[in-house]
Every structure is written in structure tokens, then in C-alpha cells.
């Protein structure tokens, strides 16, 4: 079955550092997006991605924070200057289609810890 | 604002039947979805509704009622593997994508 590959898996960073997290979405699919989970907490939703534009952000994606899908494969997010309460685990997720009952597949996403 | 409410834990034995129940308060509400975390890896689709009624795949059943704002997950036949996070999503119309706004997650143990 087609896998949202992400890497790295763990990235530790000094605070004010940048990040990028990167993300291979499956082949076929369209939409892609990205959503965090603090440690202990609920699934966040971060951004949404389309046509090479975001579609939403949420509150949580400040200017710090930018997408870019740079190539047919990779999708990236980039965090310009960390702060210890971005640690967290990222995912990366896509969807085949946008109006459907498609699910939304997840990556494994990448720990960050920010020190 | 929009929030989902689901319980923190369930403790079941082995070859029970468990519900987990989901309820939600959101705008622009298309459907319900569950997904399965062991130890916090990839969330795993499992079951979406978008219409009222049961959807069963395997051992998993998921159901809606939509003028309840209310859903379940209904595992039967409970696995030692089963032991991990459900969360209920809701599937947020929001321009053409479709985000998921997530519960805070059910932590089901299964006991021999």
C-alpha cells in the first residue's frame, strides 16, 4: 500500500533555529497537509495545500511558519525561527481528492524537540 | 468555536465489545472519521460517516446521527493490538480541502 514517507523522524533543534520538515506525499494524491500533536494532546491542524497555494491555516501557522512544495514530490514545512513550544510531533497528511469521502492518509511523522 | 468530546480512557477485556462515543460541536460539518495511534506513530484511518446510520468494516462499526451531533467506533471481538488511541475527526468543509479537526483521543487498554 502507497506510504506518506517523512523524514527526519526526530530533529533536535536549538530555539531560534530554523527547521525544515519534509514530506513525500503519495504519488496520486492532490492535497496534502500538515497537522502537529504536543505531547499527550490532540491531533492539530496546522495547514492545508492545494495547487501549489495553501488553502487554510490555522491560528497555530503564524509567520514563522511556511509551506512549499518545491518539486512533483516533496512537500515541506519550514519553522524560521523555533520556539521550545513548537516541540512536537508533525505529520504530514494527503488526500487523493478534495470534495470525496477520501480519507486522509498520515505520515509517521517527525518528532521535534526544540532545546 | 468547535470542539469534540470523546472519553479519555476505556479499559476492556479480550473478545469484549467496546463503544467509544464521539460528540461535536462544529460549523460546516461533511462527515466523522476515526483513526487509530499506537504510542503516538502515524493516525490510521479506520471508518468515515458522512451520512446517518452504520458503516461496518470488519470488526470495526462506526455509526452517526447527525441531528444528535453524536457518533461511535464499536470494536468487537477486542485484540491485544486494539490497545491504542481513537480519536473521532470531523471532516471541516473549508475551501476545497477539507480539513479534520480533531477529539482529544480515547486511550482503549485491553486486558487479557
Given at each position: 500500500e502507497p506510504e506518506v514517507t517523512q523524514t527526519p523522524s526526530h530533529q533536535v533543534t536549538q530555539m531560534g533555529q530554523e527547521v525544515i520538515l519534509r514530506c513525500v506525499p503519495i504519488?496520486?494524491?492532490?492535497y496534502f497537509y500538515w497537522y502537529r500533536q504536543i505531547l499527550g494532546q490532540k491531533v492539530e491542524f496546522l495547514v492545508s495545500f492545494y495547487n501549489n497555494e495553501i488553502s487554510e491555516k490555522s491560528?497555530?501557522?503564524?509567520?514563522?511558519f511556511s509551506v512549499e512544495r518545491p518539486d512533483g514530490s516533496n512537500f515541506t514545512l519550514k519553522i524560521r525561527s523555533t520556539k521550545l513550544e513548537d516541540s512536537a510531533m508533525y505529520f504530514c497528511a494527503c488526500k487523493?481528492?478534495?470534495?470525496?469521502?477520501q480519507p486522509q492518509h498520515f505520515g509517521d511523522g517527525t518528532r521535534l524537540s526544540i532545546l | 468555536g468547535q470542539s469534540l468530546e470523546q472519553p479519555s480512557e476505556v479499559t476492556a477485556v479480550e473478545g469484549a465489545i467496546v463503544q467509544i462515543n464521539c460528540t461535536y460541536q462544529t460549523s460546516g460539518f461533511y462527515g466523522l472519521s476515526w483513526y487509530q495511534q499506537h504510542d503516538g506513530g502515524a493516525p490510521t484511518f479506520l471508518s468515515y460517516n458522512a451520512l446517518d446510520g452504520l458503516e461496518e468494516t470488519g470488526r470495526f462499526s462506526s455509526f452517526l446521527s447527525r441531528s444528535d451531533s453524536y457518533g461511535y467506533l464499536l470494536l468487537q471481538e477486542?485484540?491485544?493490538?486494539?490497545s491504542a488511541s481513537y480519536f473521532c475527526a470531523v471532516r471541516a468543509f473549508s475551501g476545497n480541502t477539507g480539513k479534520l479537526i480533531f477529539g482529544q483521543g480515547t486511550t482503549l487498554q485491553v486486558k487479557p
Open positions: 504519488s496520486n494524491h492532490l491560528e497555530i501557522f503564524d509567520d514563522q487523493k481528492e478534495g470534495d470525496s469521502n | 477486542l485484540q491485544m493490538k486494539d
